[in-house]
């Protein structure tokens, strides 16, 4: 995903294993109005310690990199592309 935004580039993501369709779409559109940027979004990954649950982790994720972007003002980077 990061490397498809870097490159703007569209991407098409099927989780066979996992029912996580619609919550990736609400990540996406939340990173993407918050206007995250790839280098944001790969900070918070970076840094990310995952939850217990598991089934928290892309709302995890989204707090993470939201919080990553509220302390930056982004110079001309790639925002993260749906």
Do not use: H, M
Request: proline fraction near 9%.
């Amino acid at each position: 995903w990061l490397a498809a935004s870097q490159g703007q580039r569209s991407l098409r993501y099927f989780p066979f294993d996992a029912p996580i369709g619609p919550e990736l779409t609400e990540l996406s559109t939340a990173l993407c109005e918050a206007g995250v940027t790839v280098g944001q979004l790969f900070a918070a990954l970076r840094d990310l310690t995952p939850p217990q649950d598991e089934s928290q982790l892309l709302a995890y994720l989204r707090a993470k990199a939201l919080a990553v972007a509220r302390k930056a003002s982004p110079p001309n980077n790639t925002a993260i592309r749906r």
